[in-house]
């Protein structure tokens, strides 16, 4: 199984701060992957697909980025409902599998 | 707008089986992915498997090879999965998903989910 590796598990942040999470893929995915945001008691919903692509709808001060086997999710100009678990999912092979999740906090 | 409406809570004893079902709508149900993520309390997230609506081809986590089964009814647009030998770690929120047309699509739309509760 391809595992996913995300990090950090955890942050904290200010409003308008800068935000990275990366995701480490155990072997090669292609740009098969996708970031999704959870809120408590609620459903994921997708930000980023292939790696880099916005989802429709989704905020501009979210994107993605990819470098070899790391994934990157970043969050510019925070803002408070941006509190969430955010995952990363590898669609490339199945399993389709998912890193263990970052939780973010708004300071 | 797409909707996938799932069936409510379940309790159930350890050793039984429990089968959720997910009513799809606004979207074509023969067209994408319909696949099954459960979460357990306070952790993350997890790929059961998927079922292609049009074919009902299926494939499974290995980890639950045996013991699920994802079925479809196309003529009320509805998904099920089924677990069985149901033991406490099966205590999760599953979730029924849609992903675009490809089975390595990204999940675009997600049912509200449904507790099963497993417990003596």
């Known amino acids: 199984d391809i595992q996913m590796t995300q990090s950090p598990s955890s942050l904290s942040a200010s409003v308008g701060d800068r935000v990275t999470i990366t995701c480490r893929a155990s072997?090669?995915?292609?740009?098969?992957l996708n970031w999704y945001q959870q809120k408590p008691g609620k459903a994921p919903k997708v930000l980023i697909y292939l790696a880099s692509s916005l989802q429709s709808g989704v905020p501009s001060r979210f994107s993605g980025s990819a470098s070899g086997p790391d994934f990157t999710l970043t969050i510019t100009s925070l803002q408070p409902e941006d509190s969430a678990t955010y995952y990363c999912q590898q669609t490339y092979r199945t399993p389709l599998t998912f890193g263990q999740g970052t939780r973010l906090e708004i300071k | 707008q797409v909707q996938l409406v799932q069936s409510g809570a379940e309790v159930k004893k350890p050793g039984a089986s429990v089968k959720v079902s997910c009513k799809a709508s606004?979207?074509?149900?023969?067209?994408?992915?319909m696949h099954w993520v459960r979460q357990a309390p306070g952790q993350g997230l997890e790929w059961m498997g998927w079922i292609n609506p049009i074919s009902g081809g299926t494939e499974y986590a290995q980890k639950f090879q045996g013991r699920v089964t994802l079925t479809r009814d196309t003529s009320i647009t509805t998904a099920y999965m089924e677990l069985s030998r149901l033991s406490s770690d099966d205590t999760a929120v599953y979730y029924c998903a849609r992903s675009t047309k490809s089975a390595n699509g990204w999940i675009e739309d997600w049912g509200q989910g449904t507790l099963v509760t497993v417990s003596s």
């Open positions: 606004g979207y074509t149900f023969t067209g994408y992915f």
């Open positions: 072997q090669y995915i292609s740009n098969y």
